[in-house]
Nanobody
Framework: VQLQASGGGLVQAGGSLRLSCAAS????????MGWFRQAPGKEREFVAS????????DYADSVKGRFTISRDNAKNTVYLQMNVLKPEDTAVYYC???????????????WGQGTQLTVSS
């Protein structure tokens, strides 16, 4: 499966943004999906994951209550709605597909190219 993330940009602290990740192929619904992010000089970290059906989700503590992951299997797309953004959310955001719902980045086999989010204070 090929993934294409989009929707990043520059936003002020406290603002909102929605990232999208479009997948190619007809097998999108077979994959649990995740969002990760990587800030300069830091390791790539887990943000959120969602099960194949969308019925189960998981979040990093740092984004819980502010971010929402969702998916539309008919559109082969996974979303990350981000609210109450903080400067520390600044990073390149990546979507990824795995075989199980997990926060472990090493379990993800397919990665999108990343989209930059910058949150100004």
């Amino acid at each position: 499966v090929q993934l294409q993330a989009s929707g990043g940009g520059l936003v002020q602290a406290g603002g909102s943004l929605r990232l999208s990740c479009a997948a190619s192929g007809r097998t999108f619904s077979m994959y649990p999906m995740g969002w990760f992010r990587q800030a300069p000089g830091k390791e790539r970290e887990f943000v959120a994951s969602i099960s194949r059906s969308g019925g189960s989700t998981d979040y990093a503590d740092s984004v819980k209550g502010r971010f929402t992951i969702s998916r539309d299997n008919a559109k082969n797309t996974v979303y990350l709605q981000m609210n109450v953004l903080k400067p520390e959310d600044t990073a390149v955001y990546y979507c990824a597909a795995a075989n199980i719902i997990t926060s472990d980045r090493y379990q993800y086999n397919y990665w999108g190219q990343g989209t930059q989010l910058t949150v100004s204070s």
